[in-house]
């Protein structure tokens, strides 16, 4: 099992920055890909940013030139930086790593860090 814990969530205004970091409970092997998601009150969860095992990175067109994911293998660590944040950035933001563990493919979330851009 594998838990994993958001945070970097806040409150700030627009075209200020964040760094939201989603941190794992355990040391994992293999990890097919990293990806950031978020929920907007009354709209449905998209997808953010996502980050392979090879270091490919892939964004929503929304936050291209915005935001920046990376990672920390070291550290069981990933990280979504923010830039230039808008209005429409606001909500609540979930990590979601695609791991294998005894041969299976699993997909684990994190609970969700409030992201709240002001105008």
């Known amino acids: 099992q594998v838990q994993l814990v958001e945070s970097g969530g806040g409150l700030v205004q627009a075209g200020g920055s964040l760094r939201l970091s989603c941190a794992a409970s355990?040391?994992?092997?293999?990890?097919?890909?990293m990806a950031w998601y978020r929920q907007a009150p009354g709209k449905q969860r998209e997808l953010v940013a996502y980050?392979?095992?090879?270091?490919?990175?892939n964004y929503a067109d929304s936050v291209k030139g915005r935001f920046t994911i990376s990672r920390d293998n070291a550290k069981n660590t990933m990280y979504l930086q923010m830039n230039s944040l808008k209005p429409e950035d606001t909500a609540v933001y979930y990590c979601?790593?695609?791991?294998?563990?005894?041969?299976?493919?699993?997909?684990?979330w994190g609970q969700g860090t409030q992201v709240t851009v002001s105008s």
């Open positions: 979601k790593w695609t791991v294998v563990l005894s041969s299976f493919q699993h997909d684990y």
């Open positions: 980050i392979t095992t090879t270091g490919n990175t």
């Open positions: 355990r040391s994992i092997v293999s990890i097919n890909r």
